[in-house]
């Protein structure tokens, strides 16, 4: 096409661009843009069409304006896929959840569940308990009178882990075990595999070791046996977050480090970070913290530039338990009170909670008593709401320490003796000869 060099300019031009592209009838814009499209892809190497992938999904809309045009169709849905990943690629969540948007717009009723599915998961990373909601929901609505089965389990799934993620714990586990029943009836072993290991997740959560050490043993054989390396990655992140949690720290980086060589193969990028965020605390549990930090450090940029907000908070943590161990104590404390200040911002419950309870803990041994009783009270009356067993006799613990260097012998020995028992009841040996060492020491004294 034959275009003058004044409209060319009036074209480009960002000052003036939209008043002279108004000038042009629909027909002809819509030969520009045609123009446009196929003039770059001709133009540009197979490599470098994801970085111009939204400009190429405008041009495919604009020029098919008006029409019924099905390959501009098709290729606009290509382009806007394509730009989904690129921005996912840069750990770029919000704009990939524009993307997702304008894709759900153009995928048919039977695709769309995959589109939703994977807004929901973003919006869930970025904090956004809502639309999170919203997006598990409409897929719900859709699998209903589409009569997918497995449609309804996926949807039943993912508000189980929305409603865990808020410290609803049973209704996660009442959601999980709706999703577990469609997922039988439907024969979808993968799902149903993903599903028990949602529910071995949750057992490990709420402190039922015991069921949830049974459950993953099942889990890990049944994916080795029915050879699916994804369900089997995940199966081990699972028992590795139980391992740490009963005081095995080296058993829990041997099946971190299995979960991650799966990852490599068989998981999609965005996956592959909750094996490395497991792997660099159990690194910093270890005491191996020149390995640790590189891991972590990274994490943090990413979930910065992404906007992932609970991840965040999360691997701020680590890294201040990193600074503490080198003995960077005003340091670690800057990452605590930003880990905190980011968990209330955009965090659930349990998860404020968690974090509260950590920067209390973490204040008494900085000799700033006042301000940890304080956070550790709060962390307490959340956690009692909440029903969150470990993590309340984790605060109960914290308490334990901090009146017995008050000088407040009673209430001490009150909360090492409640902390004592929650910690028998969840099977947390560590915990429980922590809370008898330190009643041993209150009744010498």
Avoid: W
């Avoid at 972590?296 to 990413?302: A, G, K, P, T």
Wanted: aromatic letters at 4%.
């Amino acid at each position: 096409m034959d275009t003058p060099f004044e409209q060319i300019y009036l074209f480009r031009h960002v000052m003036v661009q939209e008043a002279a592209y108004s000038l042009y009838p629909p027909t002809e814009r819509a030969d520009l843009h045609l123009h446009a499209l196929r003039s770059t892809e001709a133009l540009l190497p197979e490599h470098a069409l994801p970085a111009h992938a939204v400009a190429l999904a405008d041009h495919a809309r604009a020029a098919r304006e008006g029409t019924e045009n099905r390959q501009l169709h098709n290729d606009e849905l290509k382009y806007v896929a394509m730009a989904v990943d690129y921005a996912v690629s840069r750990d770029l969540l919000s704009e990939a959840l524009d993307h997702l948007n304008r894709q759900c717009e153009l995928t048919s009723d039977a695709q769309r569940t995959g589109v939703l599915m994977r807004m929901g998961s973003y919006a869930l990373a970025l904090g956004r308990f809502g639309d999170a909601v919203m997006y598990a929901e409409r897929v719900g609505r859709d699998a209903v009178k589409r009569g997918d089965i497995v449609g309804q389990g996926k949807s039943k799934r993912a508000l189980a882990v929305i409603a865990a993620s808020q410290g609803n714990r049973e209704e996660g586990f009442e959601l999980l075990e709706d999703s577990i029943e469609l997922f039988r009836r439907a024969g979808d072993s993968s799902e149903l595999i993903r599903a028990v290991n949602g529910k071995a997740r949750l057992l490990v959560d709420s402190g039922r070791y015991d069921e949830a050490k049974d459950l993953l043993a099942e889990l890990v054989e049944l994916c080795e046996t029915d050879n699916k390396p994804f369900e089997l990655a995940l199966s081990l992140e699972s028992l590795a977050e139980l391992q740490q949690r009963t005081g095995e720290p080296a058993a829990a980086l041997d099946s971190y480090k299995r979960a991650d060589t799966l990852m490599q193969g068989h998981g999609s990028p965005r996956s592959r970070i909750y094996a490395k965020a497991g792997l660099g605390h159990v690194l910093v549990q270890l005491g191996r913290l020149d390995e640790a930090e590189p891991l972590v450090r990274e994490l943090i940029r990413d979930h910065r530039q992404s906007g992932r907000h609970l991840e965040l908070a999360n691997n701020l943590e680590t890294l201040a338990e990193l600074e503490s161990r080198r003995g960077n104590v005003d340091i670690a404390e800057e990452h605590r009170r930003e880990g905190l200040e980011v968990a209330r911002k955009y965090g659930a419950v349990r998860v404020v909670a968690m974090v509260t309870a950590n920067l209390g803990l973490y204040l008494i041994d900085r000799g700033k008593l006042d301000e940890a009783g304080s956070l550790l009270l709060d962390s307490l009356r959340t956690r009692e709401e909440i029903g969150d067993q470990p993590g309340l006799g984790a605060s109960h613990l914290g308490l334990g320490r901090l009146r017995a260097l008050q000088g407040r012998k009673e209430e001490a020995l009150g909360h090492y003796r409640q902390s004592l028992a929650i910690h028998e009841a969840i099977g947390a040996g560590e915990r429980a000869d922590e809370c008898r060492r330190g009643i041993e020491q209150l009744l010498d004294s």
